[in-house]
C-alpha cells in the first residue's frame, strides 16, 4: 500500500468531490452550455453518464458560432440484464421522450441511451426511477453492472447464480447519496453517517472494475475478460460456488506497449456463501489499496496482478479474507453463443432469443423492432433479459402464453429476421463508436452491419456460410466491443481503418493476434478472402477459424 | 436686373455663403417669390413658442432639443413637448407652433406623433390663429420622402393655421441644414423679415456616408434541424465609420431570375433604355437594383389595372403575378407600368460589429424571413437578398446613426436584453467592451426557439464570459418545454438582482420585435420595479419614465 505520487487529476477530482456531488447541481444550472463543468465530467460518469458531443456536427456548429452539441448517455445498472415488462416499457417511452429513441443494448447486459441534453437527464433518471431503475455506478471507478450467464435454460440453477448477479452489485455499490439528491431532489441528509463508505472510501477505485459470472458449458458473458470473473460449480445439481478468475481486461492504448489485454486468471475456488462475498469485496479492497493512481492506463486491476505477481495477489487476498481459497475446481466451456430462437428450460418456461443488430433497437424501415417489443412488454407475459452479445431474450413465458408472444413476433417479422441473419452477423458485435464515443478512431456500429454484407459472398465463396465464426469490431483499443476475444477482430486505427487480429478461439479463452496493420475496406475484404480461402482448404477436421489461424499464421513464429 | 447697389448685397452676401447654404437660399428665395397670400410677416415681439417633436430614432427630438435650447438664448421661452405627450385641445391656443418631425418606411408619422397627426386629419378643427412652421425628417432613399412632414405642413395649412416657416424637408445628413433653418427662424422673430415660401427642398449633397464593401463571410448560424435561418454576415470596407449601435442601410436587389421572367412576359428588352431620375438607364438593371417588382402596394396595382384595363382586386401583389394573370395586351404598355413602380425602400440592419474590435467590418445578424402568402411561402426580399450573397461579392451600403442607441460611458453597468436577431447590437457592445477593457459590468438576456440550434453567437458569449468582457447572461428558449419561456420570464427570475443593477445605475438596452416582445419586457420591468422599489404603478411609470429621459432605458426595436 505504497503511499503514491502524483495522483492523476482524475483522483483529486474524485477525493474533493463531496461524496460524488462536485458542482454537479451548479453544472445543471449553468444555462449558457449543454456540458457540466470540466472536473464534474470525471465525477458524472458514477452517476451511470457520459457526456459525449456529436462528432458528425462538430465542424459545422464551430463555424455557425455553436457550441458542440453536447448530450449525455445514461447507462443503466441491471444485474444480470433482467428486467420486467413494466420496466421495458417504461424505457420505450423515456427513450422516445428524452433521447434519440433508440435503446442500445450493451455487451454488459444493460442498456443505454443516448442523446440525452443535459436538462433533461433529471426527467430520465426521475422516470426510470419511478419504475425502480437506476444508474447508480453504471459507469466510473466502481464495479459496474455485474453480468451473468443470460439465458434460464443454461441450468435448473441459473436463477439461483443470477441471483448474485444482484447481490454483488447491492454489496459493491457506493454508498454517496448523492445520485438522490442531485438527481431525484431527495432531501440532503444533515447527517452524512449513513454516507461513511469502508469499501471505497473517498477515492474509490482506481478505475473502472468488471465482474461476469458464467455458467459452464457457456462462456457467453466472456468471463476473462472481466477483471473478476466468476465461474459456477454445479455438482450433482446444487452450486457448490465459483471459481475465482481475476485480472483479465481487454483495454490496450495504440502505440502504448505497456498497455494490453490480458484474459484473467483462475486463482482458487470459494463456496458459495458470505465467502464469496467477502472474497469479492476484498479483490476489490486489494485493488483499491494497490492499484496505479497516477497513470489511469495502468490502472486496471490486471496491472495491478501483473505488478504484484498472482501468488503475492492471492495471499494478500487470502490474508484479508481470513480464509484459504479452496483449489480451483474444473470447468469446462463447450460453447460461447446467445441461443436463438425458442428454448424451453427444465422449468416448461419458454425462452425466445431475439437476433438484435448490434444492440441497438429501433424501427427501421426494415423492422420495427422497438415497435413489436413494446407489445410483446404491454403483453406482460415475457420478462426482458439482455444477453452479453447484446442480443434479447424474451423470457419465463408459461406455455400457454407462448402462442400469444409467437403471434406478435411473427406479426412484425421478428422470428423470420432472427432465423435468417447469417451466422457471421448473429456472432458479430460492434462497440457505439461514431457519433457519440469521444474515443472513437474509426465507426463501428455503424458501419459492422453493411461491411458484413460483404463478408458474406466471401464466405459463401469459401462454402463458410454455417461456420460459427465470431466477427467483432470496435472503434478504439478500449475493448467495449471485446475484439480481442473474437477469431476475427477489428480494432479502428483511423477513420474508414482497421488493424486485422486473428487467432482468438471461439470459446473466449485465447486472445487474438495482430495480423494486419491500417485496412481499408477492400484491404480487409481482399485479406479475408485469402484467409477464407486458406482457411476452406488447409483446415482439419473441426478446426475453427480461429485454432487454425493461430496454428497457421502465429504459433510457429 | 437688380440695380448695383442691390447686386452688391447679394454678390457679397453670396461671397460669404458655403454650397449648401447658396442651394438652401435658391429654395428660400423661389419659396417668397411663391408667397401665399395668408402668410404674414412674423411679429418682432415673440416671447413663448411651443416646439413639439415627433421622433422614432430620437434625431427629432435632439433637434428640438437643441432648438429650445437656442431660443431661450434668444430670450424665447419654449415649451418642448414630444407629440405623444402633447395635449391635443391645446393645440387651437398656440400662439407660436413648431413641430419637427420624421417620417417612417412607408410614409408613416412615427408611432409617437400618430395621435397628433390623426387630429390634424379631422375637419371640425380650427386653427386660425396658430403661427406654425414644420421641419421634416426623413431619407431620400425611400419614395415617400418626409411625407408625414408634407402631410402635417399641408393639414395645419388646411385647418387654417398660418405658415410662417417654409416646409423643411431634410435627409438623413440633417444637423447643418436643421441649425440654418433654425437660425433663419430666430433671426426672423428679430427681424421682422417677411418669411414662409411653401417649401424649401433639401439639399441634394449627400453627406451620408455611403461604403463599397466586399462579402467576406455569410454563415447561417442555426444548427441543423433548426426552423430558423439566421445569417451572420461579415463585410469588409475599409475607413467605414459607425457606433455600436448604429444601423447598416441598403437597397436589395430583386432577384435576376424574378426580373429575367418579367422582361420576357412584358415581351421587353432588357437593354432597351429607360429614363428614371433624368438618367437613362437600361430597363432590366433598373427592374434588379432600383424599382420594387414584389409585394407591389395597392396603389401601385390600381395604376397596373388602369393601363391594362383589367378589373384587379384591390391587394398586394408581385409584378410577375400580375404579368401572368393580368397580361399587357401589347408591348407599349409596360413602359408606364415600370414609371408606376415604386422605388425599392431601404433597409436598415442593427450592427453586430465593433469598429474597434472589427476594424475595417461591418458584421449584420439577419433573419431570413419567410412568409405565407396566399398559401405559398415566400422569401422577404432584403433578408433573402441578404442570405444569398456569396463571399467576394459587391456590397453597397450606407452607415445610419441611431442617437438613440448609444453605449453607455465605459464605467457603467449595462443590462442587455436582446431576443432573436435583436442580439445584434450587443455583440457589437460588448466586443467593444471587450476591446475598450471597459470595467462596467454587463448583464446579456437572449432567447429564441431552442437552444440546441438557435443559440446565436454561443461560443462568442462564453468565450466573453471567460474573460469578463460579459458578466452575466441568462437565456429563454420558448420552446424548449411545455410551458413557453422568453426573456421577460428571466427578468423576472433574476428580479432581485436586476433590480440592484438598475437602482445602481445601470443603463438598459432593449433590441428586437416592437411587439410583443418590448412591450412585454416594459411591463416587465415596470413590474419589478412596482415590487423591488416598492411603488405604485404610476410611481413605477414614472421611474421608467425617468430612466427614459435620462437616457438609461433605450430601445432599438422594429
Redesign the interface.
Known sequence: MAEQKNLSVVEKIKTASDGLRGTLKESLQD????AVREQDHALIKFHGMYEQDDRD?RE????????K?YSFMIRLRIPGGLITPQQWIAAHHIAGNYSTGVIKITTRQTIQLHGI?K?DIKPTLKDFNAVTLDSIAACGDVNRNVICSSHPSQSPLHKQIHDYAGKLSEALLPKTRAFYEIWLDEEVLADKKEEIDPLYQDHYLPRKFKIGIAIPPNNDVDVFGNDLGLIAIIENESLLGFNLAIGGGLSSTHGNPSTYPRLATVIGFVPANDKLMKAVYEVLTIQRDFGNRSDRKQARLKYTIDNMGVDVFKTELERRCGFPLGKAMPYQFTERKDYYGWRQSSSGKWHYTIFVENGRVVDDENLALKTALLKVAETGLAQFRFTPNQNLILSDIDELDKNEIEGILNQFGIIEHTDNSSLMRKNSIACVAFNTCPLALAEAQRYLPTLITKIEPLLKKHSLESEEISLRMTGCPNGCGRSPLAEIGFIGTAYGRYNLYLGGDRLGERLNQKFRDNLDEQEILTTLDEVFADYSLNRSSGETLGDFAWRKYFEQQ | MLPDPKMKIVQDLVANLSKEEIIWLNGYLSGVASLDRKQESTAANVRKITIAYGTETGNSKKLATSFAARAKKNGIQSKLVSLDQYRLSDLSKEEWFFTIISTQGEGEPPATAKKFYDHLHQENVSLSSVRYGVLALGDTAYPLFCKAGEDVDAQLQRLGAIRVMPLHKLDTDYEVEAENWITSLLDSFNTSAPAAPQVVQTSNTKTKQHYKGKILTTINLNGSGSSKETYHIEIAANGVQYEPGDALGLIPMNSKNVVDKIINLAGADENSPVSYKNTETPLGELLRSRLSVIHLSERVVKKYSEIVQQDIPPTRMDLIDLLRIYPISQPSQFLPIVEALDPITPRLYSIASSPLAHQDEVHLTVAKNTFLLDEQKRNGLCSYYLSQLKEGDDFDFYIHKNQLFKMAPQDKDIIMIGPGTGIAPFRSFVAQRDAEGAEGRSWLFFGDQHFTTDFLYQAEWQNWLQVGALTRMNVAFSRDQDQKLYVQHKLLQHAGELFEWIEGGAYVYICGTKDPMSVDVENTLLQIITEYKQLDESQAMNYLFDMKENGRLLKDVY
Open positions: 444555462e449558457l452550455t449543454g456536427l459545422e456548429r464551430a463555424l455557425k458560432k455553436l457550441d452539441l441534453l436538462r
